[in-house]
Structures are given as structure tokens and as C-alpha cells.
């Protein structure tokens, strides 16, 4: 059948390879017939220069997938449209959800919903908090997903991806990588000469799939040839064929669009008239295409004008209304350009208006007179905007069009902007604020415009949010209420670019100049914080003073109040005062309420408290605390590196509780997220060094190096403090590779750093622990000397915990009958704490040092029972030291005994009830009627299982639910 204007009957020509590949794609995904296999998705990439029939292979493939029953989901990236955040998602998603009610919307995106919801153009709801732009990725990766499930085979097609938006391009990229486990076939066709630069991984993307891309290339003469017969008939002769390749080069659109015109002008196909067709071929392109157009009459080169300004907006009244043109001259222009193809048949309906190819559209914008098109421009934002297709698109046109102090411009161009924030697209949003900045604003509303550039800025340009913010503060025109805002996201930025000590005096200043008692206390807890954070803070004695007397005398009535308890906590808890003094404060800082996602406060402060529940013996409530945190991240969509930090110290905290394979797994998921967000970042420092430590405690020593020299770790001391200490986990890689005299070096320059300022809780950093076994052969005396200094810091601190711990470290250091002695206390002390890997430690330790003394059947028991709770923790190395060493002592290890379980035995509850109730040991041996010993055991497995020592029993033991574990921690976490 014969097309419009001289298409030739068969759609295709030369293309019977790639159809062939993605007829067996189609039947991999649908289930090959009559072999009952499960559908198998994948990725095709077609990629080509301009013209050779990437659209038309495209159309193909949508027309096979509908006749193969599969669900379609198709967009075409746009040139104009290429800044519009999440346009060709819509176009994906969209008809699929129009079919929906908003009810049936928020059952299918569930939780995902207000996440996801403004990306989608779905209504969204009034929460104003942006998700950041990984949420939203994770939120589509969800709905597309269950599209493929419910609506299984989909075939998604993306056509011109090389226009695609950035925000759609970074999710289609990582997203395609999971098509292979869905019933989903990926489509993609773009021009790679024109892909942008921030399509650098999308560009690799079919490399990642085990393939390349599909590359097309020109036809052939026989092609052309063939191309010719089909519309002309029979008749023509080779030379003829071969001269329309030659002027063509085989481009399929040039040598579609001469035929078209050879037929048109009725030349005979033979090569005494092949003299006509030089002519013809400079009409199909550049400006012998616009000469054409320009024949057909100025309404019908306006109306062109006006679809190539409008884009995919562009509808038969709206473009009448921005070209001019009546009623009467749009049906007779939009006639002879169809006619003419330059635009396209209906396809989307009667109204709408598209361009026969892009090239056609690509060449009519560039031809527009630059006055016109910008004056073009200002006519559509006013139309779309009075169409009601809302600030974004307006925002479209007035960034193409020249400042000039508009009021209106302004107002769409920040309404754009708290848009594409709520959809999770920050570099749209700083597009639009920039060029509001631009157009002026007045001079009121100038800070304001200039707060919210910073702020949109600050994930991705951290640098540049610094100078928006700091022309805000210069402003002669600003409130106080903005005036705070901005200081706390100027200090915030300056911390995120590594400038801590300027961060730290910004707020210090406004909270002296500020007249407001509720600002000043608000800067006051910022100043101690940026200090905090410091790794130069030259007086840190003076701080801690200074925030002990001014905590003494708070409430905890408000946030500011709170926040400077969390401090207070943090900060005794780091200096090693009595453990009870920092859990005080913490307590009275959670009382009002501490949440993570305050996206006025930050959750620095909130992380701190948690922490300093774990650093003194209850890492049970700061695992309940990080999940609610971690939950409140995800409800928001905040999926960057707050995520990042949640799972990495999520993680630390299940290493503290003797969990390893799962802190591993915790932190390896933090590091993934902490790498995307970028290199050199405060949460990658983090999740290096957690991890460092749990794989040298699982004994993969090679492995810890090779991650440390992938990062550099250790070469660079960042200018935060970081935790862990990064140099004293380096020192302790060194140690375990056997480079004691680096070790050493590194250990007392980490003394020489944190001594003066105060940082001694060796539960904290264990510089001192570490250096006493480091000199241990090479001056025996100050190893102990250093040890005992330990010990002491930690007895202040008053947790079994930290006294097991240093006393463990003392005791390996220590000779004869005092390191025996200590040992034992070690092992007790560490029994009354939820530190089940540094009991296992001690355990096997204590049975080692006994089996040398002489007492096999002493170490037996030791060792039986460090080796059972060494291969509970999963660490490995450790469990394996105690097979040696019960090997050594002529006993075979007997079958464990221990059931890895989170849920407390009937005897357990029993004792831990008692002990919470303030009972002594003895006393509830009596009442139960059992050793005193047996009653120690039985509570040191409710510790570790509870994670928390005796003073916090009474706090999580009312959590405790049958065979569940704690309130608010799924079962296995």
C-alpha cells in the first residue's frame, strides 16, 4: 500500500538483520511458543547518524510488540524539550496511569507516592519536602517494575534518546541494568554524535549488557534501487538509481524525501534526466528545505515557526494563536504542509501538530530569525501558561528568551523551580532560578531568589551555593527569618565543601550580631556543632566548657535547646565522662523529639544522640533509633547521602553489637550510595573506614588493604572529624599486616591531635589501646605505662564495655600473673556489655593464656565458648584461632551449642527481668534457683541480644516480643 506523498510500499529496506535480532529479543521476552521457557527481558540499542531510519526501525518495533500482545510504553526525546526534568518519563508512564483514579494511583505507588508523584506529573502532596534525586530514581525503578510485572510482556520504547531530559537519562541508565530480570525489553534509539556530555554512562550502557549498540548504516545503491522500483514501478535504469545514491550518500530520509520529489515533479527514472535531481536533493535539506517551505506562503512558514517553538506542545489552536494566523489560513497551511511533508499526518489525534521527521523540525527552529524566535517564545510561555500546563512549561520558553525586568517572569520561573525541587530535579530547578536572578527581581524579592539558587544548588554545586548565599546575606532587603535560614545553609555548604572552620564562624558571628534570643540560641548550637565537627579546632577545652555551663541550664523546650543537649551528650560521651552524664543528655534530647528529616535543621544532631547510645553500651537503642531515622529517609525520598550515612552506621552499630556479615552488608549498601553521591565525601570517609574495621575482625586483612588503596584511604586526612578516626583505622590495617614502626607513627600523631583536645573515651578512638600493642616488643614498659592510661579513661567512663575492652588491651601487654588477672576481669566485664565480638575475643585470649599456664581444662571452656561466639559474629579469622588453639591443647572442638537468634530464651527473660528490676545476681540465683554464675551467663546473652548492659535493660526489655526481636527492628536485622 502506498503511503503519503511517495512513501514507499515496504516500510523497511536493509533492515532484516536487526528486525531478525529483535524478533528473537520479542520471543525471549514473550516466551518462545510451544518450549513453555519464562519471559527474558533485555536492552536493544539502535544507534545512527541523523536520517537513517532510526524512527522508522522504531515504528516497526512498537507495531511488532503490539500484534505480539505486549504492553507499549513509548517516548521520543524532544530538542526542544531537552531541559524539561522527566519529560519523556511522563510520556512513559503516563498513558498507562491516565487509565487510573488518583486513589488507584496511590495504591499502585503505595509509599512511593508523594516521592514520585510530581516526576510523574501526578498530584503531589503538600508535605514541600524534595525528595533528593536518587529517591526519585529508586521510586520509578518501583513503578516501572511493577508496570512489568502487572502488565507483563512491556516493550518500553525510547525514540530520539539523545534529546532526552538528564533527570530521565540518569534513571533509564541505571534502571536498564534490571531488565534482564523482568519481563521487559528495553528499546533504545539515539544519535551518538549527539548525545551530551552527562550521557557519558548511558553511552556505555550497552556495553554494560554484554553487547553494542546497534549501529545502522546508509543504504546501498541496490537499496536506493530498490527504494525506486517500489514507488516508481518497474521501468528505471541502474545509472539513474546509482546517481540518487550518490547525491543521497544512502541517508534512507534524503533518498526517501527524492523520491518523493522525482515522483512529485513525474521525472522519468532514467539517467538522460539525472541532471534534474541535483536540484531536487538540495530541496530535501538545509536551506533548500526552507526554500521550499518559504514557497508554500508566509501563514504556512509562521505556522512552522510556531509548532518548532511550541514542541510537543504544540496543538492546532495554540500554534495558531502564537503564529498569528486565523482559522481559515491554519487549515489551508497546515494542509499543503502535509502535503508537502513537512508536517506530519494526525497521528495523536486531529488537533495535534508534529513535524514529519526531526530533521525537518531541526531545521525550521534554526532558520527563525533570532528576534523572532525569542518574541515567538514569549508568545508561548504566555500561551501554555494560560493553557494551564503550569510553570514548568512556561519556564521553557522564558529560558529561551532575553531578561527584561518582568515581574511575571520571575513569579513562573520560581514556581518552576519549587516544582522540579518537589520532583527531585535540582539542576532544572537552579536553571530557572538562575535566570530569575537575571531578568532582575526586585530588589525584595532579590535575596529570596537569590536563598533559593543557593539552595537548589547545594547537593550537586556546594561551591557555587556558597556565593548565592553569601550575596544574600549583602542584601540590604532581608528579613530576619531569612536571614537565619540563609546563615544555616551558608554554614552547611561551607561544611560540605570541607570548610568547617568557616562554617563554625558564620553562624558564631550572626549569633552575636543576631537581636532575636530564639536565633541567637539557634546559631549558638550551630557554632558548637561546625566546631565539633572540626579536625583544627584550636580550643576545643573552651567549647566543651563553654557548652556544659549553657546545657546545664536547658529544658529541652525547643529544637535549638534540644540540639545543644545532643551536643552536650556527644561531647562527654567523646571526652570520656562518666557514661551516665553523656545518657542523660541524650535522653533529655529525645524527649521533645529529635527527627532526621527537619530539612531546616539537619540531622547531624539526631545521628550524634543515636551514636552516643552505642558508644555507651546500648547499641540496641541506637538500632531502634537509626531505623526510624532510616525509614523517615525513605519515606521522604531522601535516598542520597543521608541513606548513605543511616545503612553505613546502621552498620557500625551492628559491628559494635557483634554482627559482622551483617554490618557488612549494611556498609557495603552505604558505600554504593555514598559513590554515587561523589569522591572525597564526608559519608564515603565513614563507610571506609566501618568497613576496614569489620573486614580486619573478619580476618580479610588483603581484601581491607585493596579497599583502602582503591580509595586512598589513609593518604588523606580529611578536615572533618570522621568516625572512625581514619588514621587510627589505617594504623590498625598496618598492625594487622604486620608494619608496626608505620603503625606507631601514625598512632602517636593521632594522640597528638585529639589529646589537647580533649577526645580521650577510648570507647571512642582506640589510639591508645592500639599504640600499647603496637610498642609492645619495643618498650614493654610504656606499651604498659599507655595500656594502663587506657584503663583508667575507661573505669572514668564507667561501662563494661570500655573497661573490657582496655582491660582486655592492658592484659595482651602485660606479663605473668597481672596479665592473667586482668584478662579474667576482662572476660567479666565484657560478659555485662552487648560487645559479643570483643568477648569472643577475650575468650579465646583468656583460654589461650591458660592453656600456656597449664590449665587445659580451665582454657577448654574459654575457648569452647569464644569459638561458639565467634562463629555467631561471623568473624571467621577469629573462630578459626580458636580451633587452632583448642587443637593445640590435644581437645577437639565439640558441636556448637549456640542458636543465632535475636529472641531471648524463657531462662534468659527470666534473669533479664530480675536484673532490670534492680535485682543483684545473687539475689536472683536464689529466687530462681541456680548459680550466680549461671545467672551471669544467661544476662550476658540477653546483653548481647538486646544490645545493651544492665542500665538499659529496663528501657528495652518492655520491647522485647516473642519471637520478633526489639519494637521497630525486623526480625534478622
Known amino acids: 500500500m502506498r503511503g503519503r506523498g511517495g512513501v514507499p510500499r515496504r516500510m523497511l529496506f536493509e533492515r532484516d538483520e536487526e528486525l531478525l535480532l529483535f524478533d528473537g529479543m520479542l520471543n525471549d521476552l514473550c516466551g518462545r511458543a510451544g518450549e513453555g521457557s519464562a519471559p527474558n527481558g533485555g536492552l536493544l540499542a539502535i544507534a545512527g547518524t541523523a536520517g537513517l531510519g532510526k524512527t522508522t526501525l522504531v515504528a516497526e518495533v512498537r507495531r511488532k510488540a503490539t500484534a505480539r500482545g505486549c504492553t507499549l510504553l513509548a517516548a521520543r526525546g524532544s530538542e526542544q524539550e531537552e531541559g524539561v526534568a522527566f519529560h519523556v518519563v511522563r510520556q512513559l508512564v503516563q498513558p498507562v496511569l491516565a487509565a487510573s483514579s488518583e486513589d488507584e494511583h496511590r495504591k499502585i505507588l503505595g509509599s512511593w507516592y508523594d516521592i514520585v508523584a510530581p516526576a510523574v506529573g501526578l498530584v503531589a502532596g503538600q508535605s514541600g519536602v524534595a525528595p533528593d534525586p536518587q529517591g526519585v530514581r529508586d521510586g520509578l525503578d518501583w513503578l516501572v517494575t511493577r508496570f512489568a510485572v502487572q502488565y507483563s510482556p512491556v516493550v518500553l520504547v525510547v525514540d530520539d534518546a539523545h534529546w532526552a531530559d538528564e533527570e530521565t537519562l540518569a534513571w533509564l541508565t541505571s534502571f536498564a541494568l534490571r531488565a534482564s530480570d523482568l519481563p521487559l525489553l528495553i528499546v533504545v534509539a539515539y544519535r551518538p554524535e549527539e548525545l551530551p556530555r552527562h550521557a557519558a554512562e548511558f553511552r556505555r550502557l550497552a556495553m554494560r549488557h554484554g553487547s553494542r549498540p546497534l549501529d545502522l548504516t546508509p543504504f546501498t545503491p541496490a537499496a536506493v534501487g530498490d527504494l525506486l522500483r517500489d514507488v516508481l514501478g518497474e521501468g528505471g535504469d541502474e545509472l539513474f538509481a546509482r546517481e540518487c545514491w550518490a547525491l543521497t550518500a544512502g541517508n534512507p530520509y534524503e533518498a526517501v524525501e527524492l523520491v518523493a520529489r522525482i515522483r512529485d515533479r513525474g521525472i522519468k527514472p532514467q539517467y538522460a534526466n539525472a541532471t534534474e535531481l541535483r536540484e531536487l536533493a538540495s530541496a530535501v535539506r538545509g536551506s533548500g528545505l526552507i526554500e521550499r517551505l518559504e514557497r508554500l506562503g508566509p501563514s504556512a512558514v509562521r505556522l512552522t515557526w510556531a509548532v518548532a517553538v511550541l514542541g510537543t506542545e504544540a496543538d492546532r489552536e495554540m500554534a495558531a494563536g502564537v503564529a498569528g494566523v486565523g482559522a481559515e489560513e491554519l487549515a489551508d497551511a497546515v494542509d499543503k504542509l502535509r502535503e508537502a511533508r513537512i508536517l506530519a499526518a494526525p497521528q495523536d489525534g486531529p488537533s495535534r501538530l508534529d513535524f514529519f521527521h526531526p530533521l525537518v523540525g531541526t531545521a525550521v527552529y534554526r532558520a527563525i530569525p533570532a528576534a523572532m524566535r525569542v518574541a515567538m517564545h514569549g508568545q508561548a510561555a504566555f500561551a501554555v501558561s494560560e493553557a494551564g500546563l503550569g510553570p514548568t512549561a512556561a519556564a521553557r520558553h522564558i529560558l529561551e528568551m532575553h531578561p527584561e525586568n518582568d515581574r511575571w517572569a520571575v513569579r513562573q520561573l520560581r514556581a518552576a523551580a519549587r516544582d522540579y525541587l518537589r520532583a527531585g530535579a535540582p539542576d532544572a530547578a537552579r536553571r530557572c532560578l538562575a535566570r530569575a536572578l537575571r531578568e532582575p527581581p526586585a530588589l525584595e524579592e532579590r535575596a529570596e531568589v537569590l536563598f533559593e539558587l543557593g539552595c537548589s544548588a547545594l547537593l550537586n554545586e556546594p561551591a557555587t551555593t556558597v556565593n548565592h548565599l553569601k550575596a544574600a546575606l549583602e542584601e540590604p532587603e532581608l528579613a530576619p527569618e531569612l536571614r537565619e535560614a540563609v546563615t544555616y545553609r551558608l554554614a552547611q555548604a561551607l561544611a560540605h565543601t570541607d570548610r568547617m572552620a568557616e562554617a563554625a564562624a558564620i553562624v558564631a558571628a550572626e549569633a552575636k550580631h543576631s537581636t532575636s534570643a530564639r536565633t541567637r540560641l539557634r546559631m549558638q548550637a550551630e557554632t558548637f556543632q561546625w566546631n565539633a565537627f572540626r579536625a583544627d579546632e584550636e580550643d576545643s577545652p573552651t567549647r566543651s566548657r563553654s557548652l556544659a ?90 535516598r542520597g547521602a543521608h541513606l548513605s550515612f543511616g545503612l553505613t552506621l546502621l552498620g557500625y552499630i551492628k559491628f559494635h553489637r557483634g554482627r559482622l556479615a551483617e554490618a557488612e552488608d549494611l556498609v557495603h549498601s552505604g558505600l554504593r550510595i555514598a559513590d554515587r553521591v561523589g569522591q572525597q565525601v564526608p559519608a564515603q570517609w565513614f563507610a571506609l573506614g566501618i568497613l576496614i574495621e569489620i573486614l580486619i575482625a573478619r580476618g580479610r586483612i588483603q581484601e581491607a588493604q585493596e579497599l583502602s588503596d582503591t580509595y586512598n584511604y589513609g593518604q588523606v586526612v580529611p578536615n572533618a572529624v570522621v568516625y572512625p578516626d581514619s588514621e587510627t583505622v589505617y594504623s590498625e590495617l598496618l598492625i594487622a599486616r604486620g608494619l608496626r614502626t608505620d603503625a606507631e607513627e601514625r598512632l602517636r600523631a593521632v594522640g597528638r591531635r585529639l589529646e589537647p583536645r580533649g577526645m580521650r573515651n577510648p570507647m571512642w578512638c582506640q589510639w591508645r589501646p592500639l599504640l600499647a600493642q603496637t ?27 570500655a573497661i573490657g575492652r582496655a582491660l582486655h588491651a592492658a592484659a595482651k601487654v602485660a606479663s605473668g600473673a597481672d596479665s592473667l588477672a586482668m584478662m579474667a576481669e576482662a572476660v567479666r566485664q565484657l560478659e555485662k556489655s552487648p560487645a559479643a565480638y570483643e568477648l569472643a575475643q577475650a575468650l579465646v585470649d583468656h583460654g589461650a593464656m591458660l592453656s600456656r599456664a597449664g590449665l587445659p581444662q580451665d582454657a577448654a571452656d574459654l575457648l569452647m565458648r569464644g569459638l561458639e561466639s565467634a562463629a555467631l559474629c561471623g568473624a571467621d579469622a577469629l573462630a578459626a584461632r580458636a ?21 531471648l530464651t524463657s531462662q534468659e527473660k527470666a534473669v533479664a527481668e530480675r536484673a532490670a528490676q534492680g535485682w543483684e545476681n545473687r539475689r536472683i540465683a536464689e529466687e530462681l534457683g541456680t548459680k550466680e554464675r549461671t545467672v551471669e551467663l544467661l544476662l550476658s546473652g540477653a546483653f548481647r541480644k538486646l544490645g545493651t548492659d544492665r542500665s538499659g535493660l529496663s528501657g528495652l526489655l518492655p520491647h522485647q ?11 534478622g536485622r
Request: glycine share 12%; charged share 30%.
Open 775 to 801: 610498642i609492645a616488643h619495643t618498650d614493654p614498659g610504656e606499651a604498659a605505662a599507655v595500656a594502663q592510661e587506657a584503663v583508667e579513661i575507661a573505669r572514668r567512663f564507667g561501662t563494661p564495655g
Open 549 to 638: 555551663k549553657l546545657a546545664e541550664h536547658l529544658t529541652g523546650r525547643g529544637k535549638a535547646e534540644r540540639y545543644i543537649l545532643g551536643l552536650r551528650a556527644w561531647d562527654a560521651m567523646v571526652r570520656g565522662e562518666p557514661a551516665e552524664t553523656a545518657l542523660r543528655y541524650a535522653e533529655e534530647a529525645l524527649e521533645g523529639g529529635l527527627p532526621w528529616t527537619d530539612d531546616n535543621w539537619g540531622f547531624e544532631v539526631p545521628v550524634l544522640v543515636a551514636l552516643t547510645f552505642m558508644y555507651c553500651d546500648q547499641p540496641g537503642r541506637a538500632d531502634e533509633l537509626f531505623n526510624q531515622g532510616i525509614a523517615d529517609c525513605e519515606r521522604k525520598g531522601w
Open 883 to 903: 580451633r587452632e588453639e583448642l587443637a593445640a591443647s590435644g581437645l577437639r572442638p565439640l558441636q556448637l551449642r549456640a542458636i543465632d537468634s535475636d529472641s
Open 961 to 971: 516480643s516473642r519471637g520478633t526481636g526489639i519494637r521497630g527492628v525486623p526480625p
